[in-house]
């Protein structure tokens, strides 16, 4: 998103040219982020002086959890989630920056903020939980990116949407604003999760054809060299290794990567493409076949934590997001229900005595002759008052008046009768 775009939706402000309006107190420099094109703003001054708060993302290890056998799955992508979170008019003047000879500052959360995607996946995760816990619909988040299983039971279609449904109906009412052309409202088996095909159907994880050409086209320009550097070949082993969920034995072919990379630090120099490098860098052309493995193994039934509704292996111990543990968690929700339901029942067991009260015939001469007396009080009062224009404090006034000047004393510090219950022969109120 450009400048004059950010402008036109309201994320950024002008203040005007340089050397003309007062600038930012931080004014930091721009660039942009080359694997995805974002415009960024520098706050790496700003950074400095923010405490680093750790926290935990969905990640594919967590989807397995959630799947079930022959799943079906939609996704729901915010757009331009930061945008709609506004910050404070006193921070304005912390993300400011110049640029064509005029200043400018962030309205919303900015792209370098230290704690910008903490800010923001916190958000999502409350309407994500709540979804989990009231509806028990299986829900993966990554910051602004959901995956949604479709609901499978008698008499429901997964084209029926039903859980994609409720998860937008939710999002919307709190003022989300959804991405059309990235939501998939079309149920698959075989969705796409952070650069992997999760198939519901073969139980495992696949490569997506965009990551392979990739892979082989990188692969291929190492194998043409005689020499590689440490940065390439460290970048090769990282994403051989990034790849253990489709290729569960990944690490067991980086071996001869990782000790010429060792080598290479040590001597401080290139490394020959020879021997062993050479051939096991070459065995990973097998990917040219486009064949993945079945992991079943890893595809385990969950359980939701009762505290904040994350799904964990079904015999966790302690939950991975909120630590609580999982016999203390359940004991607890026990001894709230049943608080909740004797709460409940005194409360249920007063609104019919109450119901029944009004039926009566004793308490509507009692309820007429208040009225009348509460009318002749809001007659004496100047100016007069009536039911429909009194306030609170002539209600009180006559509440006093009623209990004729009250059944309490409010005694002074110094009266004698300060620590004494009852009406007392004093001056106090």
Known sequence: MTITERLRNGSLECLGKVGL???????????????????????????NWIKSVPFNLDTLKDIPRIVKTDAYFTSIDDKSGFDNVRLSEESFNLVGFQWGGYYYWYKTLPFGFKLSSYIYHTLNMQPTSYIRKHFSIPIFLYIDDRLVEEFRSEGIEPSD?????????????????????????????????????????????RLTESKKKKFVGFREACLAKSELSILDLQKLSGRCISFILAVPAAKLYTREMNSAIFFGINSKSGITLNGGLKDEITSWRFWMNGKGFNIASILRPYMLCKGCATANDVDYIFCKICGSSRNKSLECVDECSKERDQLLHKIEKRIDKLDNLLKSGIYSKQKCSLKTELENFFFSLEPLKNLSNAVPEDIREFVVFKEKNGRTQLHEDNCVYCTEHGLKNCSCP
């Open 21 to 47: 309006a007062q600038p930012p107190h931080i004014v930091a420099p721009l660039t942009v982020e080359p694997t995805k094109p974002r415009l960024c703003v520098n706050l790496m001054y700003l950074n």
């Open 161 to 205: 949407l039903l859980a994609n449904y409720i998860v937008c109906e939710i999002l919307n009412r709190l003022g989300y604003c959804l991405n059309l052309t990235k939501t998939i409202f079309v149920p698959t088996q075989s969705p796409v999760v952070l650069g992997f095909k999760v198939d519901s159907v073969e139980r495992c994880f």
